[in-house]
Structures are given as C-alpha cells and as structure tokens.
C-alpha cells in the first residue's frame, strides 16, 4: 500500500507547541526540576494522538472506544452521544482506565468538533449519521475513524473528495482484513490457489420484522432531534432507536445487507482484485414486510456480475462465504469459521511475501488508524475503500426497490437507468442545524 500524505499542519503546530513549552519550562529554571515520567518519552502528552468518541452506545463503548483505551498512542479526552446515560457510562471508564476524571462529556459532537485539543474524532453513530459527521470533522481539521457503512452513493463520494480536499487520514472502523480466515481465504484466491476465479457466494442474516409502535414522548436521556439529525422526522417510539431496530429501516441504514454485507463483501472485493471498482451489473430479488416499522428487505437474493466475469450470489439465511474455482474452492460458514477447502493441499500451500498478490496481514484497524494519524501514510481502509464497498450494496438495494436488472459502471459511478440514478442520492433534512 503506497503511502501518501503530508503531515497536517493543525496537528505539528498543536504538538509542537506542546512540546516546545516543556522545553521552555525546563531550560528557564522557572519550575522545580520535577518532571512527572509521563510527561517524557514516546507516550508524553505531546506525542499521543488526542481523540473524542462520537456515539459511545453498544459497538461505539463495547468495542471501539474500548480497544482505542488500549492503545498508548492515543489519548481519549472527551465522549459526545445523544444518549446521556450512555456518555456518562464511557466518560466514567475512560477515567477509570486513565485512573483521572478528565474525561469531558460533550453533549453536542459540533462542540466536538470545535475543540482544537481535539486531534481525531471515532464515530460510532446509527449509519445515517456516519458521513454527515466525517465530512463535517473533516472540515473542522480533525483526522477520522468511522463505522461503516455510507447511507447513499453520492454521499460516498462526497466523502472521498473531502478526505483528499484535507489531505486528512480517514480509517473505515472494520477489521476483516485483519483477521487471519478472510485475510488467507483473499490471499489464496488472488494467488491462483483454486484457479481461475469463476463465482462468489456470500450468506448474510436476515433482517428483523419489527411491527408499528405506538409514538411516544421522548425520555429525558435522549436527545431525539439530535438523533434524527439528517434522516426524515419520525415520531419516536421505543425500539426505533435500539440498534437491531433502527438498521431495519431505510431511513437510517441498508439492512443487513449494509450492515453484515460490509464484513464478508469486502472480503469478496479484494480476493476478486475489486476492491476498488465494483461489479458492472446487479439483478436482486428481496421481500420487506408491509405495514411494519421495518422498511428494508428482510430476505434478499441478489446476483452480481464483474467486468472480469466472475459471478457473486449474495443471500440472506446465515453466515457465510465460499469462493469458486477452475481448480476447487474455499470458503468458510459462521464469523470467523475454521477454513474449508476442496483440497487440504489449497489451505497448506504457503505464499512468500515476495510475488505476494496480496499485502501482509495488517494489524487491527484502531492500532493502524493511530500510527497512520502520526506517519500519515494510507490507513487499511481509506475513505474510497469504504464508499467502493458500500456501493455494491447500495446497488443492490436499488435493484431490489426498483425490481429489475441493472447495469452499473463503476467508473462513472451510474446505472443504465435513469430512475435508478436518482436513487443514488437522497434529500437531506437540516432542521437538526437548528438545536
């Protein structure tokens, strides 16, 4: 992966204020000779990467922001979510990790933003908030780390132009391609392990079926107009906001489709060498309940065609993912499931670094988004890896709306369909600016 970027301005001149300032303190005598060792060496305050997590609910506490505490490169100095139990929850294990009560609870992530001490943002929000924030910090100055997925094509890539306009670090919060079973299932196929490549079949879980509540007031713990923010007004009612509900509405997420399909999708892209284009035609068959609170298919088929031949058949019912063969196939069942192959000679064989289709194992997406922040070279998954991906669902889903075939060309980014290419973007509410 080539590296890139040149260091950001905002962040040397934050750091080596910082640094400077000690010195100054040091050689002027003015203060006792008494320096704290946490103050010095490669994890002093001037070195680390200072962050604030924006949505800090099950995966934004559980996993992200969690595993960042792990990390002596960086430093968590504030939490923001729209949930108040919540960002007391994290402020409180941040400073029982830093053993301090420095942690700030922000309430509103434009304060965030703002917040010049602030060097990189960890944004775990419900997927209508992803980009909406990431171009929003990106403008602030900050370098971002972002759940996946996109909402829409053209927000995609929007998002690559600003991460290019800011010569900004961008890291898509996913770690399949740190994760050993689908980092050798790619490296086999891409090196001809089972031959020529002729089709992908991928599982995904089904959706959920979440019937109409009742609307009800807000509680006081939740900041609900913050929480729409971009997506069309609803009333709230009490599961819309759960995470295993709000995914099953089109308003703020693709389904499981966008949401599963980003893990093993990613993993078909790269063994297919189309991680950064795209299939060039989609054909998809789903089933979204009527009268419900859910708005996406909870059931879905869809067929891919690439520009190379190769053939994916995405489906709903599981965990899955095997790759086809001239000469066998490989694949695995459940997340993270032990590797099958047609020949255990196919998971034997061993592939030197040298003539390599495929780059090293990387490590975790967290540990490589801080060393990025400080090297500025390219992160795991870049900005433009996150909208490719999210665009072969995307189309998928556009296909399944409008019920027929469509050709896609992932060079100019539209379909053949006129009806389909307005479905490539959305309106957008701004009421939110106003809170």
Sequence with gaps: MPSSHTNSPQTITRRQSLKSGLAGIIASGAAPMVIASELLGKN???NQITLAGIGVG??????NLRSFLQLKAGRVLAVCDVFKSRMKRAADAVNKKYKSNGCRQIPDFRNVLADKSIDAVIISTPDHWHVPI??????????????????????????????????AIFQTG???????????????????G??????????????ENFAYEKPEKPPADL??????????????????TGAQQWRNIRDYSGGKLTDWGAHLIDTANVANFAELSGPVEVHGKGHTPKNAMTTVPTKYNIDYKYANGVTMNVKSGGVAIRFDGTDGWVGNKGWRGRLKAS????????????????????TSEHRDFLAC??????????????????TVMHIGNISMELGRKLKWDPKTESFDDSAANKLRARESRDDWKKL
């Design 44 to 46: 002093a305050p001037s």
């Design 58 to 63: 099950g995966h934004g506490f559980g996993y």
């Design 134 to 167: 990431s171009l929003l910090a990106l403008d602030a100055g900050k370098d971002v780390f972002c759940e996946k997925p996109t909402l829409t094509i053209a927000e995609g890539r929007e998002l690559v132009y600003k991460v290019k306009k800011h010569n």
């Design 174 to 192: 996913l770690e399949d391609r740190s994760v050993i079973y689908y980092h050798k299932m790619a490296e086999i196929v891409r090196n001809g």
């Design 194 to 207: 089972i031959g020529k490549l002729k089709a992908i079949s991928v599982t995904l879980p089904a959706g």
């Design 223 to 240: 900041n609900y107009p913050m929480w729409l923010g971009p997506a069309p007004y609803a009333p709230y009612s009490r599961t819309r």
């Design 343 to 362: 020949s255990d000679d196919i998971l034997r064989k061993k592939y030197p670094r040298e003539g390599n289709k495929l780059w090293p194992l990387p």
């Design 373 to 390: 922040v400080k090297s500025r070279k390219r992160t795991t998954y870049t900005a433009e890896d996150l909208h490719r991906l999210s």
